[in-house]
């Protein structure tokens, strides 16, 4: 069963400013009843509708005639009971004022949308990397929920306008919560190599064919995020500094990098498309596809179905369903093979 964590955080709040306000009320209620039997000699029920229609401040007439102890005791009994629903006004007013209601009603939107996901990626972590990967990700159109518990980082989830759960990922029941079940990709990118890691034993338990794809600091993290079911385990440093490396002594290499993976629009793009049973490339020899001459896409690398293997394009080499190709063109000839991929034979 899926939680609702904002929803029951923004609930708990209001029920225990409103537990305190009438713990208050009952409170002052208590101690006018004991004032007035003490001070007064008055009987239980007097001493009650005395207390009420002070705090109450109808204005009717006293039970029975003051005495200066009684009269002090009053005001005292009047000041504290204004102070006490002044009190409750503000806080009550504060959460309509300031817009408390309406983050929750948007909040209840957002999470309306997250349980219509279909095949979408789960971000774990909304860093300098986890919000880099969000902004490529709604780049690209990819549907995706991020999880970050952080006050922060939730402003400014709420500012770009993404979805997202205000949950520790390692937590029970989060994961669920952002539909892991139905998801297709995790990415952890939370700061800590033991947090990605167990988030990482966890995605793996619940969607066992879920692609999982995990940040790392220690490389001696590695082979334990590996074993614990990680597809990819990613350095950003050892990425950064590859990058460097081939900045200063290939930067031709370089830019030709950069101009398949920056963000914005590009002319060039690396992509992967899979072969579909039955389609137009199901069983044809790379030389007999025609893939260049009809799309336009280069293809760059070829990963067999059986095997993790990346393989060279080699002309006989025989494509089948379940084949990855690694290709490289503009978003448009990517689209035609995309098409090729999945359009059965004609007849």
């Known amino acids: 069963m899926k939680k609702d964590f904002t929803y029951h955080a923004y609930l708990s709040t209001l029920t225990n400013q409103a537990l305190t306000l009438l713990l208050l009320v009952l409170a002052l209620i208590l101690l006018g009843v004991t004032g007035y039997m003490y001070l007064e000699r008055w009987p239980f029920i007097d001493a009650l509708y005395m207390t009420v229609i002070t705090l109450a401040t109808v204005g009717f007439k006293e039970v029975y005639p003051l005495s200066n102890s009684g009269k002090v005791f009053t005001i005292v009994l009047v000041t504290s009971g204004v102070g006490v629903f002044t009190y409750g006004a503000v806080t009550f007013s504060r959460l ?9 009603f948007d909040r209840r939107r957002l999470e309306r949308e997250m349980r219509k996901l279909r095949d979408h990626v789960i971000v774990c972590g909304f860093g300098r990397l986890g919000e880099k990967v969000s902004e490529e990700l709604y780049r690209k159109g990819i549907p995706f929920v991020v999880v970050e518990n952080d006050p922060n980082r939730i402003s400014k989830l709420e500012e770009k ?7 520790d990922s390692s937590h029970e029941g989060v994961l669920e919560q952002a539909g892991i079940e139905d998801a297709k990709i ?3 990118v939370v700061g800590s190599d033991a947090d990605n890691l167990f988030i990482t034993l966890s995605a793996r338990e619940l969607n066992p064919k879920l692609h999982i794809v995990a940040r790392v600091e220690d490389p001696q993290a590695t082979r334990k995020l590996y074993k614990a079911g990680a597809n990819r385990v990613i350095s950003p440093y050892d990425v950064g500094a590859n990058m460097l490396v081939h900045a200063a002594l290939k930067p031709a290499v370089t830019d030709f990098i950069e101009l398949t993976t920056r963000l914005g629009p590009v002319t060039l793009i690396l992509e ?6 039955g389609s137009a490339l199901d069983g044809v020899l790379i030389k ?8 336009g896409a280069i293809v760059v690398a070829v990963r067999k179905a059986d095997t ?8 006989h080499l025989k494509l089948e369903k379940g084949d990855l190709l690694v290709v490289l063109g503009m978003r448009e000839d990517i689209e035609k093979l ?3 991929a999945r359009t059965p034979h004609s007849l």
Not at 96 to 104: A, H, P, S
């Open 96 to 104: 309509l004022v300031e817009g408390e209601l309406k983050r929750v």
């Open 161 to 167: 306008g993404y979805l997202y759960i205000e949950a």
């Open 186 to 188: 995790l990415i952890a």
């Open 272 to 277: 992967e498309v899979v072969i579909e049973k």
């Open 288 to 295: 007999e596809s025609k893939i260049r001459e009809d799309t």
């Open 308 to 315: 993790s293997n990346i393989l060279r394009p080699e002309p």
């Open 338 to 340: 995309e098409d090729l």
